[in-house]
């Protein structure tokens, strides 16, 4: 599954992006890309342990670790469900693979 949501403005800071693959070195490393852009994050592993070294240094209201399948109907609704209770919105989702081709630098 790729899905790509991006209800751009002006300023990418402060937007909320999703994660996919965070638990591989290019899901972390986009992680803490788009933290230090501005931008609060929500990142998807599969194991909840796989997600720690994102959120160090973090700030709470700016990024959350999520584990489950996003391939899985089901859990991906609860992801985002959860991604909105904590953040308001979603503006973006990609999957770290992906993110050279959708995300802006």
């Given at each position: 599954?790729?899905?790509?949501?991006?209800?751009?403005t002006?300023s990418?800071?402060?937007?909320?992006?999703?994660?996919?693959?965070?638990?591989?070195?290019?899901?972390?490393?986009?992680?803490?890309?788009?933290?230090?852009?501005?931008?609060?994050?929500?990142?998807?592993?599969?194991?909840?342990a796989?997600?720690?070294?994102?959120?160090?240094?973090?700030?709470?209201?700016?990024?959350?670790?999520?584990?489950?399948?996003?391939?899985?109907?089901?859990?991906?609704?609860?992801?985002?469900?959860?991604?909105?209770?904590?953040?308001?919105?979603?503006?973006?989702?990609?999957?770290?693979?992906?993110?050279?081709?959708?995300?802006?630098?």
């Amino acid at each position: 599954m790729t899905v790509v949501m991006n209800h751009g403005t002006a300023s990418s800071a402060g937007n909320v992006v999703i994660v996919l693959d965070g638990d591989t070195e290019a899901g972390q490393s986009l992680a803490r890309r788009l933290l230090a852009e501005g931008r609060r994050v929500a990142v998807v592993v599969r194991h909840a342990a796989d997600g720690v070294a994102v959120l160090h240094g973090q700030s709470y209201d700016r990024v959350m670790v999520i584990a489950a399948d996003a391939d899985d109907r089901a859990q991906w609704s609860r992801v985002t469900e959860r991604v909105r209770d904590r953040f308001g919105r979603i503006d973006t989702v990609v999957r770290a693979q992906d993110a050279a081709l959708r995300l802006p630098a």
